[in-house]
């Protein structure tokens, strides 16, 4: 069965510092993985997704295989990074593009000033 | 381009009616899908639809159907209505292929 756990409900870091929301997965196919964040009053919306291997707002996230995770990493933390960040599993099925997304519980970040 | 737009924005109802909620994808999007969002069960895929047909269903029961029409707006129905259904539905477009959601804002409906 498709499963992503996001172990930590909250996270609260100081302005500055390192954050990581870690993300882990079980799928038993190819895995696609995204990140989706949502801020204060503001629709879902995707932050990154793994096969595009960019960066977006300072935030990066490998895929380790191995590991069977995607954690979201930002070397220093914003204010306005605060938000809902849901990581997310695409089980496609064989027919191009067929969508499923399986998401996680999602992590509460606060950034303290 | 105009985003993702559900209506309506909120529902009351009461137990044992039914409900349709409506989705306007972004334009050019054909794909759209479903889901619910609950403190409980956090977002749980509902069902896809591209070109009018479904093409993923999740695991709820017979009594949440959607549909798509020719213009890609897509409704979705909700019969016998229990008060566990009491959620926020979520609605997402993709232009397929690209596989990363546009989400609307959100139904939340009230079951009483």
């Known amino acids: 069965a498709q499963r992503v756990t996001q172990p930590e409900k909250l996270l609260s870091v100081f302005k500055g510092a390192p954050v990581e929301l870690k993300c882990n997965y079980s799928y038993s196919g190819s895995p696609e993985l995204f990140w989706y964040v949502q801020y204060s009053r503001q629709r879902l919306q995707l932050l990154l997704r793994?096969?595009s291997r960019e960066s977006i707002k300072g935030f990066t996230a490998d895929l380790n295989k191995g590991e069977t995770s995607f954690h979201l990493k930002k070397p220093f933390a914003q204010e306005e990074d605060s938000a809902m960040y849901y990581c997310a599993l695409s089980c496609h099925r064989g027919d191009q593009g067929a969508q499923k997304l399986v998401f996680g519980q999602g992590t509460r970040l606060t950034i303290n000033p | 381009k105009a985003g993702v737009t559900q209506t309506p924005r909120y529902l009351i109802k009461t137990r044992g009616q039914q409900v349709t909620l409506s989705c306007s994808p972004i334009?050019?999007?054909?794909?759209v899908s479903w889901y619910q969002q609950t403190p409980g069960q956090g977002l749980q895929f509902l069902f896809e639809y591209f070109s009018e047909t479904q093409r993923n269903k999740g695991n709820f029961p017979g009594r949440f159907s959607g549909r798509q029409f020719s213009n890609s707006r897509s409704e979705m129905n909700v019969s016998t209505l229990e008060l566990g259904d009491s959620a926020l539905y979520l609605c997402?477009?993709?232009?397929?292929?690209?596989?990363?959601?546009?989400f609307g804002n959100g139904t939340r409906l009230t079951v009483t």
């Open positions: 997402a477009s993709s232009a397929g292929a690209a596989r990363s959601l546009h």
């Open positions: 334009s050019g999007h054909r794909s």
């Open positions: 793994h096969i």
